[in-house]
């Protein structure tokens, strides 16, 4: 499996760095969010629909109370959150199937509620609070999928990073 930690100290690094992924990704690929509240995950999918060519900030915000938002970027954005389910019967009952393997980007808050039916290709990332101000994101993939974009944030120095 292969695993990146990114320490952000400030919600415009977590934006640029999910820029930077936004940019790489492509039609099916799909990203599970998991982690604490105010970890994070709103702001990186902010960042990742910049990166998609969203191009307005304030557009994402949590889906909260209607589980499933949609932006029109360069390609599609799902973008939900499951906060409000109950189980992960209930996300196959609101028509997940048609999304994961469609024509656009997925991107789950709250993952964890369905870790056992995420696709094996799934580009996991669980946010950690390390401070007033710090988060941890960890990125992991069990399969090949990711392994450019693993390659590319790899070899980036930290400036190259933030001045996104
Ligand atoms: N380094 C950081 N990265 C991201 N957000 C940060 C950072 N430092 C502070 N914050 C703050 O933490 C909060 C993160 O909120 P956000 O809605 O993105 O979290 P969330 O994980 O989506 O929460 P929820 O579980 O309620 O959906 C914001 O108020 C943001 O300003
Ligand atoms: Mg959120």
Same mark, same amino acid.
């Given at each position: ?13 977590? =934006?640029?760095?999910?820029?930077? =992924?936004?940019?790489?990704?492509? *039609? ?8 604490? /509240? ?6 990186? $999918? ?10 307005? @900030?304030?557009? $994402?915000?949590?889906?909260? /109370?209607?589980? &499933?938002? #949609?932006?029109?970027?360069? $390609?599609? #954005? ?5 906060? +409000? ?8 009952? =609101?028509?997940?199937?048609? /999304? $994961? %393997? ?8 709250? %993952? ?12 996991? =990332?669980?946010?950690? #609070?390390?401070? &007033?101000?710090?988060? +941890?994101?960890? &990125? ?10 693993? *390659?590319?944030? @790899?070899? &980036?120095?930290?400036?190259?990073? /933030?001045?996104?």
């Amino acid at each position: 499996m292969k695993k990146i930690v990114y320490m952000s100290h400030s919600e415009d690094q977590t =934006i640029s760095f999910a820029k930077k =992924i936004g940019r790489s990704l492509k *039609k099916g690929d799909g990203l599970a969010l998991m982690g604490d /509240f105010g970890s994070g995950k709103t702001t990186f $999918v902010k960042g990742l629909a910049l990166g998609l060519g969203l191009g307005k @900030k304030g557009y $994402v915000c949590s889906p909260s /109370f209607v589980i &499933l938002k #949609i932006y029109r970027a360069r $390609v599609p #954005i799902y973008h939900f959150d499951l906060y +409000r389910l109950n189980n992960s019967r209930d996300f196959f009952d =609101i028509g997940f199937g048609e /999304f $994961v %393997a469609a024509d656009g980007v997925t991107v789950i808050e709250w %993952a964890e509620k369905m870790k056992p039916f995420l696709p094996k290709n799934t580009l996991m =990332i669980h946010f950690k #609070i390390a401070g &007033l101000k710090t988060r +941890r994101l960890c &990125l992991s993939c069990r399969e090949t999928r990711h392994e450019k974009l693993f *390659k590319k944030l @790899k070899s &980036l120095r930290r400036h190259e990073l /933030f001045n996104v």
